[in-house]
Structure formats: structure tokens, C-alpha cells
């Protein structure tokens, strides 16, 4: 086989000790180019810098030891396994396996040498070590304890350990060489990325690896500020980028919120209306806008993004509003519908399970111009949308829409334009957060809730007490009021969560037969879950069962019950998202979060914040400090970015001061620039060139 020159970009296959099979197993861990290598980082430390004579041996403890090989034999109960007695002075040891070869086995002559390392156990004559990793040597002193601690790594079948660390040493020798890889990183400080990776794979010290465990190594804290920095810098490339290019210019645009204005059956308020002004002041340019929406649940968000939409239309083009899912989509599109019809606008909704001849009109009208504002999910606009004169696309509930997502959407404009791009957060979250997530958006903050709000009112309710509960609904429903009963679940699946929820309903209806109980989940067919959301907006239900479905967005004014079942399950943020659903109205509200006792501390420090306070930004804050230090390795919680050590919420501290920095160097550094991004993100290529 012919070897390419090494370097950090080449396929791991030409590694030595690799191959195309191992590679395509290491492809299976994420690895593919020999830099990934260096990324992949241990999940924890064994130490096997000292032998313990075989005199010490205790059932339980993990040790390396040396010995002396005495005899073999493979034996047949109870079932095939080689033995190997290896003894040290008077004492014994018997090494095991289940799985080995013949050479394997033949390989352990008496009188060798042997280092292994594994867990004791008793066995029935005396200590047994099963399946240690090991080596052989002819000679006592050709086999040696190893200098620094061992890196244990994510694996799998057929990637052992041994030649992971055999393959990540080859990396970090190449990375040493690497003129790239060692570049001057003006500003950061700390000890170099090459030092922080060689302490990160071999520790040399027990208060290094402690300080590893615990994720508070300033090496490590070194990587995750590069690695946060290339992110907002690779972030910042592709504003400038879009930015760079020209957008379908929005006369007029403060027209269109006004005209809108006129409309509504309520006026702005003064944030929604200071948001809509910088929405419009952004739309009637000749660049494109890279806008942020904050604002907290129930503040308004969907007027503001219709008052933008309105503003396109007005001007002759069209208008692309975005949902997270179809229930939502279809809400929008019923919302906007109601409020522009009298204005002459056409909103025409397209779904990923429209029948086809709906759908291919719905396209056509697209296509034509016809339909002005289109509303629909993420993924409908992505495959099949062609428009004619698109010139804004808002996306409603930002937290589950990438980058890269929106990236794709520079082609969906007019000839050589590219359309004008507002993204609205489903939850408020700090601005530290913020700056670090979407460092290549402008930020507006919607700091304030409609007038007549009444206070939701929320209780913390043991599941003993349910029947309280249902008393409670079933007065409530009595004088016309509606309510929501969420039934959390840990699984993931939907078909588990669903089968929940028609149990749940089954017994509610039971339980409450003057009322009548809707159902909706994430499993029924769009009909069925379009009829039940009409059904229960009309008022003809009551009583709503339905799974975290209805967690973002969903607007029916007159509930104002919500029940949330298991409530310990959630976390902060989905509580406060699901708490949204009611309040929207004049009549006051209430809020039980039934829980399944006993409660762990966090759980409860969680169900607190909510009884105490309703302000999304000081939940989103509570919510960063909950995170304990058990959920420190969690860092794909916000699902957004592909980060190898930074978790955005965690380290928001972190990531903050970084901003000024990556100015700078995007002025002055054009050279790391491209190296940090090609190193922590991947391909420039994809973000263009700096
Ligand atoms: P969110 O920001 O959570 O998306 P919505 O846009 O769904 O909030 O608005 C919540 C509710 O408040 C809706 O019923 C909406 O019609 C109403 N609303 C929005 N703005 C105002 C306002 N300025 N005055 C009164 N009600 C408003
Ligand atoms: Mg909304």
C-alpha cells in the first residue's frame, strides 16, 4: 500500500498499526482524519505506574502486576477457558480467558514473563484475574510500569484500548511536527493546545487526573476557550459572509408593522413594537439581516414576526415563517391567515403530509408567487420549496435549527439575492449564552408581556394528592375554563410516550366522566391531531391529555389549568416552556407540577425556581447553575452545535469574553483564523474562506 505523506488531515487508515478496516471502525467512533484522534479524549484514568506484589492481591482492586509464567492449560468447564498460574516469590495468581486463540494460548511459555492488568477476584483456589491486558517478555526487566497515568477511551468492538493509545501517540508526534498545529494563539492563554493534549492523554500525576475527572484542569479549560473561540469564529466568517451579499431590499418595511398594527385586536406592546422597528430598519437595507429574537414565553413573538412578514408582502415579495413541528406550523398558519386575510395577503400553510394534490398546488402556488407568506416546517422548506421572489425566511423556536440549517437557506432567494434571516428563540436564555450560541446574529430582546396578564400561580404537588387535583380540574372545567394534562416520560421513543399518554387518558376519563377528555401525541395522524387541537380550541373538549407535543408554542387563551404529570422528569427550561400554554389569557391561572415523591434535591431546587418566579431569563439562569456537576459531561445538552469539550450553558462564563478576542483576530490574525476552524469545526470550505 502506497502511504500518503502523514499529516493531521490524512485518513487514519494510514496510520501505522491501521488499515481500511480499522478505519472504518474508527469512522463508526467519529474518527476519520488523524487530527479527530487528538480530540478523542478519555473518559477516565487507570494507574499502572507501580507493580503490586502478588503477596498484596485484593479481591476487587485494579492492579498491574508481574509475574513469572508456571503453567497453561485450557480447560473445558464451565465452558472453554485458558488458565495461566504465573506466581512472584511464593505467591500465586491464575490469569483467565474466554476468548483466545491457539497462539494465544501457546504464546504463554513457562518460564516467561508476564504484566498484566485487571480486576482480583476470588476464585475457588485463591486469586483470579480475568481477561487483564497483558504482554509477555522473555526476561523480568523487559517489562516495565508505565511512566503516566492510562487514558481509558470510548471503544468498540474490534477498536480495542491498546490501539487507540497506539494510534493517538502517533497523532499527538504528528501534531508536534505540525507548523499549523503549532501556531502562536494571540490572547489565549494557558498552557499551548499541544501541552494540554499530551496532559490531557497521558497524565503524569494522581492531581492531574483528579483535576481532569472534575473537568477544572486549566488545561482543559485552555481547550474549551480555543474551542468556543473557533466556533464563534467560524460563526462570524459566515455572517460576514451573508452579510456580504446582496439582500432583496424591503421598502417601506415600517409601513407594513404599522399596517399590521391596524389590523390586530390588541396594540403592541412597547417591546414588541421597539423590536418590530429594528426588525424593519434591518429589512429596508441592501444587506441581508442575521437577527435575533428574545423574548420570553407568551411575550409576543408571533406578531412581531407577522408584522416582518407583512412588511415583505407589502413589498411585492414572499415570506417564509418556519416551525419547529406541524402542530405549531399549522397554529401559525391559522393565526396569520385570520389577521392578514382583511389585508389582502395570501398565507398559504405546506406540510411535510399534505395530500399530493394539495401539496403539489401548494407548491405551484410557491413557485408562482401566488402564495406570499408560506408557513410550514423546518424540513418541508429544505427539501421541496422553490420560491420566486423569497426575500425572509423567520424561523419560530430557534434552539432545534443549526448553523449549518441555515446556511442552506442563502439558496433559496432570487437570483443572486439572499433573503433576509429572523430566528426566534423558544426560551429566553442569558446573554452570555446567547453571545456564545449565535455569535453571528444581532440580538432583540422582547423584555416585556402583554398588558392584563394575570400571574400564573404554581404549586408543587406530591402525586398522593392527586385526587385534589382532579377535584380541582373538574370545578375548574365546570365554569367554563379548559385544561392541559402533560404526561412526561424519560424515553425517547414517541411510540412509548404515546401508549403513556392513551393510558393516562383512558384513566382520566374514568375518573372525570362529566368531562370531555381530548387526546394528542406525537403518534396520531396530522388529521386526527389537527382535529383534536380545533376540537379543544373550539372548546368542544375540556380536558387536554397530551405528551411534551404541545410544549412549544400552542396557544388556546382560555386554558388555564396545566397539569404537568412527573413533573421531577424536566428540566428547567421545558417546565417554564410548557407553564407558557396557560397564562395567555385574562382569567387567572394555575400551574401543578405533580410529582412522583421521593424528590432528589435538584428536582426539588428545580420545582422551586418554577413556584418562585416566572421570568424565563432568571429560570434560564437558575437552570445553569442546577446543572450539577453530575451532568458536567453532558455537553450535547443543547444539541446545537458539534462541540468536542465546550458545553455552551456550562461554560457560558467562559465563552463571553472571548467575543473581543475574536474580533481581533479576525482583523489581525487571518492565519489562526482558518487553523482553529479547521481544527475544532472542520472544513473551512463549508464556512467559505476567511
Ligand atoms: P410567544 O412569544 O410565546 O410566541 P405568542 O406570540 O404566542 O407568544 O403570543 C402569546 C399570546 O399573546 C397570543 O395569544 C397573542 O395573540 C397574544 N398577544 C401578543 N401580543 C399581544 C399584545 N401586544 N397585547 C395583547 N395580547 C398579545
Ligand atoms: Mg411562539
Known amino acids: 500500500m502506497v502511504r500518503p505523506p502523514l499529516t493531521l488531515q490524512t485518513s487514519v487508515q494510514y496510520l501505522r498499526g491501521a488499515g481500511p478496516a480499522l478505519a472504518q471502525k474508527l469512522r463508526a467512533l467519529g474518527l476519520s482524519q488523524v487530527q479527530d484522534l487528538l480530540f478523542h479524549l478519555p473518559l477516565r484514568y487507570e494507574d499502572r505506574r507501580r507493580f503490586t ?18 503453567h497453561q492449560e485450557v480447560r473445558y468447564s464451565p465452558r472453554r477457558n485458558l488458565r495461566v498460574a504465573v506466581s512472584e516469590q511464593d505467591s500465586w495468581l491464575l490469569l483467565r480467558f474466554f476468548f483466545f486463540n491457539q497462539t494465544q494460548a501457546a504464546n504463554f511459555k513457562p518460564g516467561s514473563w508476564v504484566r498484566a492488568y485487571g480486576r482480583l477476584r476470588q476464585g475457588k483456589s485463591g486469586m483470579e484475574m480475568i481477561h487483564p491486558e497483558y504482554q509477555l517478555a ?11 497515568l492510562t487514558p481509558i477511551y470510548p471503544a468498540s468492538t474490534g477498536v480495542t484500548q491498546p490501539r487507540l493509545r497506539q494510534l493517538i501517540r502517533q497523532a ?53 476557550r480555543e474551542e468556543l473561540l473557533a466556533h464563534q469564529l467560524s460563526m462570524r466568517v459566515l455572517r460576514r459572509q451573508v452579510r456580504g451579499k446582496p439582500a432583496p431590499r424591503i421598502v417601506n418595511a415600517a409601513a407594513g408593522v404599522a399596517a399590521l398594527e391596524a389590523r390586530l385586536p390588541f396594540r403592541y406592546t412597547n417591546a414588541q413594537r421597539r423590536v418590530a422597528a429594528e426588525i424593519a430598519r434591518d429589512l429596508d437595507s441592501a444587506a441581508p439581516m442575521l437577527r435575533l429574537v428574545q423574548g420570553d414565553v407568551g411575550s409576543g413573538k408571533t406578531a412581531v414576526a407577522a408584522a416582518a412578514l407583512v412588511a415583505a408582502a407589502r413589498a411585492g415579495f414572499q415570506g417564509a415563517l418556519m416551525a419547529p413541528t406541524e402542530l405549531l406550523a399549522e397554529q401559525h398558519a391559522q393565526t396569520l391567515q385570520a389577521w392578514l386575510a382583511p ?29 406570499q407568506i408560506v408557513v410550514g416546517t423546518h424540513a418541508v422548506f429544505q427539501q421541496s420549496a422553490m420560491f420566486k421572489r423569497l426575500a425572509l425566511v423567520v424561523v419560530d423556536e430557534q434552539h432545534r435549527f443549526g448553523v449549518q440549517q441555515r446556511l442552506a437557506l442563502r439558496d433559496k432567494g432570487p437570483a443572486g439575492l439572499t433573503p433576509h434571516q429572523l430566528v426566534m428563540t423558544a426560551t429566553p436564555i442569558p446573554r452570555t449564552l446567547a453571545q456564545t450560541l449565535y ?17 400564573i400561580i404554581t404549586v408543587a404537588l406530591s402525586s398522593e394528592r392527586r385526587a385534589e387535583v382532579l377535584a380541582r380540574i373538574g370545578k375548574a372545567c365546570a365554569s367554563g375554563r379548559q385544561a392541559y394534562w402533560v404526561c412526561t416520560l424519560i424515553e425517547e421513543s414517541e411510540e412509548i410516550e404515546a401508549q ?82 396557560v397564562g395567555r389569557g385574562a382569567t387567572e391561572s394555575q400551574c401543578v407540577l405533580l410529582y412522583q415523591p421521593p424528590l432528589s434535591l435538584t428536582a426539588q431546587a428545580r420545582l ?57 483576530w479576525l482583523e489581525r490574525h487571518p492565519g489562526p483564523c482558518s487553523a482553529l476552524i479547521r481544527r475544532w469545526v472542520g472544513d473551512v470550505e463549508k464556512y467559505g474562506q476567511v
Open 172 to 224: 499527538l508526534e504528528l501534531a508536534s511536527t505540525d507548523p499549523v498545529f503549532n501556531l502562536a494563539l494571540p490572547g489565549l492563554d494557558g498552557p499551548d493546545t499541544l501541552s494540554a493534549l499530551r496532559l490531557i492523554h497521558q497524565p503524569q500525576n494522581d492531581a492531574d487526573a483528579q483535576q481532569l475527572l472534575a473537568l477544572a484542569h486549566p488545561a482543559q479549560r485552555r481547550l474549551i
Open 53 to 70: 506484589p502478588l503477596a498484596d492481591l485484593k479481591e476487587g482492586g485494579e492492579v498491574l502486576v508481574r509475574a513469572k509464567v508456571e
Open 439 to 455: 455569535a453571528d446574529l444581532d440580538v432583540s430582546v422582547i423584555d416585556e408581556l402583554p398588558p392584563g396578564r394575570k400571574p
Open 343 to 371: 389585508m389582502d395577503i395570501t398565507a398559504c400553510l405546506l406540510k411535510g403530509t399534505q395530500k399530493k394534490p394539495q401539496r403539489a398546488s401548494a407548491l405551484a402556488a410557491i413557485k408562482s408567487g401566488q402564495a
Open 500 to 581: 403513556a399518554a392513551e393510558e393516562t387518558a383512558r384513566t382520566l376519563r374514568a375518573e372525570l366522566p362529566e368531562l370531555k377528555i381530548g387526546l394528542v401525541h406525537g403518534r396520531l395522524k396530522p388529521v386526527e391531531k389537527d382535529a383534536q387541537m380545533q376540537a379543544f380550541k373550539a372548546g368542544i373538549t375540556q380536558l387536554l391529555v397530551a405528551t411534551t407535543v404541545i410544549e412549544v408554542g400552542v396557544d388556546v387563551p382560555n386554558a388555564s389549568i396545566l397539569i404537568i404529570d412527573n413533573a421531577e422528569r424536566l428540566g428547567l427550561a421545558q417546565l417554564h416552556q410548557l407553564r407558557g400554554r
Open 608 to 664: 422551586d425556581v418554577m413556584r418562585k418566579t416566572q421570568d424565563g431569563f432568571l429560570i434560564a439562569q437558575r437552570d445553569l447553575e442546577l446543572r450539577g456537576p453530575g451532568e458536567l459531561l453532558g455537553r450535547r445538552q443543547t444539541g446545537l452545535v458539534g462541540l468536542k469539550l465546550a458545553d455552551p450553558l456550562r461554560d457560558a462564563a467562559l465563552g463571553a469574553p472571548l467575543q473581543k478576542l475574536a474580533d481581533e
Open 138 to 148: 522473555a526476561t523480568a526487566e523487559e517489562l516495565t510500569p508505565e511512566k503516566t
